[in-house]
């Protein structure tokens, strides 16, 4: 977890699809929407450029937040698609593990959303010690043991053929 999370890292490491095993973000915590996952594609490396596609199970159906995240000052500053396109928000990566399956994303306040936390697991890659894990790395993991008791731990993530 002492890797430097560069640009050229990020654009290397983040790529693929992601399931949030742990959060204290209030849109993933009302019950409403459900199965959450992102999938960064990279678009360019200089500067780096990602799609990026927020899913999620809603009333039984599958929903999309697309958008792209543009790096920016050690940070991704992400604009909507469609519609949401004159929305933004800043984000980043607080801190991951030195296999790339896991990673915390740091959420700035924005006008529409309050700042919080994600835990990321790369999917398709089990972590049963995860909340240990973490929590015995926080300071590797670029969080405070406040913000990690602030968290709420999902119980498994949704398997995904």
Not at 49 to 67: M, P, R, T
Not at 133 to 158: D, K, R, Y
Request: charged share 25%.
């Amino acid at each position: 977890m002492g890797a430097t999370l560069d640009q050229r890292a990020l654009a290397d490491l983040l790529p693929g699809t992601w399931t949030i095993a742990a959060t204290n973000f209030p849109m993933w915590l009302t019950g409403e929407k459900t199965e959450p996952r992102f999938t960064y594609e990279l678009v360019s490396e200089q500067p780096l450029v990602l799609s990026d596609d927020v899913g999620y199970v809603e009333e039984g159906e599958e929903k999309h937040i697309l958008g792209q995240d543009t790096w920016r000052d050690d940070e991704f500053v992400w604009r909507g698609r469609k519609l949401l396109r004159l929305f933004a928000s800043r984000w980043s990566v607080a801190g991951m593990s030195d296999d790339g399956s896991i990673a915390v994303i740091r959420f700035s306040k924005s006008l529409v959303t309050p700042s919080g936390v994600d835990i990321i697991v790369r999917e398709g890659v089990a972590h049963p010690e995860l909340r240990r894990t973490v929590a015995h790395s926080t300071e590797e993991f670029g969080i405070s043991p406040e913000e990690f008791g602030s968290l709420t731990w999902f119980t498994a993530a949704p398997a995904k053929g």
